[in-house]
């Protein structure tokens, strides 16, 4: 029956996986994300933010219901062989007051050959920010006002890199971020900075509310055109 899949929707977008269980969520399908997963997984960095208490490590994208995964920008059309080949890990220091990811960047994923696309790190960007600041805004979710960025260097495809953002200012609905996109390296070695940016985000004023019930009514009716609420 075509009701049941909209309630299993409607159920999954009410009750998302814990950060925990999106840790248990993703299986490498190939050789490649396989060697990708176990990379990232040994990393120092990894190691370093999973010791630390303050920090809870999640994989966000995996709370996006898998009906919908297809019809999201970076959780289904960008993500995958080639592009972003293994779902990025996330590490969310506690009070929405700063972020650390790691995500694999493919080849696919280019403005010029060889060189990731300018716009993909501003989404990178845009969605890393937001995650940082969203456990400090009453209701945990906003949408972005602005968003400024500056480019530092070209961002090699086929490569590591890691987003750090920090939350500078919370007022009410309104909080301000700062954050960087660089190279993954290794222990002593200085990072690349890829691109820099600021942005400022704003919880809408019936989030209270509203997030739930659009959230409901999109699934029961099959609406795929959602407001850009971002898992946290």
Request: aromatic share 6%; proline share 8%; hydrophobic share 40%.
């Amino acid at each position: 029956m075509a009701t049941v899949p909209a309630f299993q929707a409607a159920a999954a977008m009410l009750n998302p996986p814990t950060d925990e269980e999106t840790l248990t969520m993703y299986s490498p399908g190939d050789d490649i994300a396989k060697g990708i997963e176990d990379y990232i997984n040994k990393h120092p960095l990894a190691l370093e933010l999973r010791s630390m208490p303050e920090y809870s490590e999640s994989r966000p994208h995996m709370k996006i219901p898998e009906s919908q995964r297809s019809h999201n920008l970076t959780g289904g059309t960008l993500m995958g062989p080639g592009r972003v080949v293994v779902p990025p890990f996330a590490w969310n220091e506690k009070g929405g007051k700063s972020i650390v990811t790691i995500s694999y960047l493919g080849p696919d994923l280019c403005g010029h050959p060889g060189i990731v696309h300018g716009g993909f790190l501003a989404t990178m960007l845009d969605e890393g920010l937001a995650r940082c600041c969203f456990a400090a805004l009453p209701n945990k979710i906003g949408m972005t006002a602005n968003l400024n960025i500056n480019y530092r260097a070209p961002a090699l495809a086929g490569a590591y890199v890691v987003l750090r953002a920090t939350t500078t200012k919370v007022e009410g609905r309104k909080a301000w971020v700062e954050g960087r996109i660089e190279t993954l390296v290794g222990e002593g070695e200085k990072p690349v900075v890829l691109a820099e940016a600021t942005a400022l985000f704003i919880e809408p004023r019936q989030a209270a509310v509203s997030t739930s019930i659009q959230g409901l009514r999109n699934a029961l009716t099959g609406v795929q055109t959602m407001a850009r609420v971002y898992p946290v």
